[in-house]
């Protein structure tokens, strides 16, 4: 369901001891990952086949709703990775013990917030029977474990973020069955499963031993963007590392050798075994799932590094205040979804929720067009837009207040 979240840190590159520019086309990715993961949210809340199926079971899909939600597998990975990039650049203007307190702090902070501020948002029930661990648990998790792989060489971060992403997947055979400590443990390093705590029910959504890999790995690429590389050297970098993970992506996925247990088959039309082909498993991400859309993130960071359109602004604005944007999309798409079930024939109150909506039996039958969908979604985003343009003019005309970091 969600696939996504925020990059914690600013990312921004010394040119002068005393002076710091903005990495746009880090801005401008991050910003246009925002902008889909909310179409993913939109979806789960207002489409009516959401209450019905998976959009990847391609069984009962479509290619319309296959690429709705497929586009969204981007999130998660981009903003993990650009998390770790965004602590290498403000590692360039603090010392190492510095960047971990700070490291420390913002992942607990984030973890808090995922167990409260976030979890209200997606449920509006001051009961919290619905404890989710998902993407801003798993931000928040990595960055604690940042916070003491920093003081390793970069080497050995490379390495162990390596040895993280591409073997992770021979854990998939391991399973703890039960309700134990060492259950739960297993779970939220590698399997995503449910634990009933009493009246309330925990779930692992985002098992956190890869997106730890991502971090650390998108920590070693902020690297690239130290004030010593060159630029035109960094571009042609960028392009052939993404083209190279998307080129063993291919590899890796035609053969069904290793990097994933979704394997793909042969369906019975191209095109849909072309889906098949696509759709790897994203908890825990897969080797493929990573390499599938890292790849061409880092493609997309190395075409975007020019003077950017006018255009692109907006998106920008968005990039550089995504904690801001993740928290204010989530409660605008509950209280919308609110309203439309009262004009649907539905009740508000079918929105107070102890789960998912589409788990609910009082909303079976509510949901609008994918058409529909998006036409909200697009509402949505013109909306929360001119809030995102206001708070980042607030944060950069107050850069002494230490505290808007965390937001």
Not at 30 to 41: E, F, K, N, Q, V
């Amino acid at each position: 369901m969600q696939n996504v979240l925020t990059a914690p840190l600013a990312t921004r590159i010394d040119v002068q001891p005393a002076k710091s520019i903005r990495i746009e086309s880090i801005d401008l990715l991050r910003g246009l990952i925002m902008i889909i993961m909310a179409l993913d949210h939109v979806r789960d809340y207002f489409h009516a086949d959401s209450y019905r199926f998976d959009p990847a079971d391609l069984s009962q899909t479509n290619g319309v709703l296959f690429f709705t939600r497929w586009i969204t597998h981007f999130c998660a990975p981009v903003f993990m990775f650009l998390a770790g990039t965004s602590a290498f650049l403000v590692g360039e203007r603090k010392s190492r013990k510095q960047l971990s307190k700070f490291l420390l702090t913002r992942g607990l902070w984030l973890m808090l917030l995922e167990l409260t501020i976030v979890n209200f948002g997606w449920f509006l029930n001051i009961h919290f029977y619905f404890l989710p661990l998902i993407v801003i648990w798993a931000i928040g998790l990595s960055m604690v474990a940042l916070s003491g792989l920093i003081y390793l060489p970069k080497k050995i971060i490379l390495i162990i973020g390596l040895l993280i992403v591409f073997c992770h997947n021979l854990l998939d055979n391991i399973h703890v069955e039960g309700n134990s400590f060492l259950a739960f443990l297993w779970a939220e390093l590698h399997e995503p499963h449910r634990f009933q705590m009493g009246d309330r029910t925990v779930a692992t959504g985002y098992p956190v031993l890869a997106w730890i890999g991502v971090m650390a790995l998108g920590y070693c690429f902020g690297s690239f963007y130290s004030k010593n590389m060159n630029a035109e050297k960094r571009k042609r970098l960028l392009l052939w590392i993404g083209a190279g993970a998307v080129l063993l992506f291919i590899i890796l996925r035609a053969t069904n050798a290793y990097g994933d247990a979704w394997l793909w088959s042969k369906e019975p039309t191209v095109f849909f075994t072309f889906l098949s082909f696509l759709n790897t498993t994203k908890y825990p991400p897969s080797l493929l799932y990573i390499l599938m859309t890292l790849g061409p993130a880092i493609i997309f960071l190395s075409l975007t590094e020019k003077k950017l359109p006018q255009l692109s602004k907006p998106i920008i604005h968005i990039g550089r205040v995504p904690m801001f944007f993740y928290l204010v999309h989530i409660y605008i798409i509950h209280l919308g979804a609110m309203v439309v079930a009262e004009l649907t024939g539905y009740h508000w109150s079918d929105f107070i929720l102890q789960r998912w909506p589409w788990m609910v039996p009082q909303l079976k039958g509510y949901g609008l067009s994918i058409e529909l969908t998006y036409i909200i979604w697009i509402a949505i985003i013109l909306m929360i837009y001119p809030l995102c343009k206001w708070y980042d003019r607030y944060k950069s005309a107050h850069k002494e207040k230490w505290w808007l970091s965390y937001l």
